[in-house]
């Protein structure tokens, strides 16, 4: 069982940043993929961004050029750096671990969520 928590949410004005943090409970190198999804109120979860074990980054259209993910393998955390927020990035922001059990069988792992507003 991989626990992810996450951290660093709050309220900021547009065009401000903020930086997430997601710990997770065992050795990161033991996840195959890391992600940062986001779900506002009355829409479908979505993704933000994702990581590879390798350090092969993916990007939604709405973060590219604004937001950076990386990864801390000694520090078993997980970041997004998030820059000219927009009042649309207002969401929850949810940490996701996929860890390959066997060749058949992949385990999602998720946080509880951070709370981020841009306010303008």
């Known amino acids: 069982q991989v626990q992810l928590v996450e951290s660093g949410g709050g309220l900021v004005q547009a065009g401000g940043s903020l930086s997430l943090s997601c710990a997770a409970s065992t050795s990161i190198l033991r996840i195959d993929v890391m992600g940062w999804y986001r779900q506002a109120p009355g829409k479908q979860r979505e993704l933000v961004a994702t990581i590879t074990r390798g350090g092969n980054t993916n990007y939604a259209d709405s973060a590219k050029g604004r937001f950076t993910i990386s990864r801390d393998n000694a520090k078993n955390t997980l970041y997004l750096q998030m820059n000219s927020l927009k009042a649309e990035d207002t969401a929850v922001y949810y940490c996701?671990?996929?860890?390959?059990?066997?060749?058949?069988?992949?385990?999602?792992?998720w946080g509880q969520g951070t709370q981020v507003t841009v306010s303008s």
């Open positions: 996701k671990g996929s860890v390959t059990v066997w060749a058949y069988r992949v385990n999602d792992y």
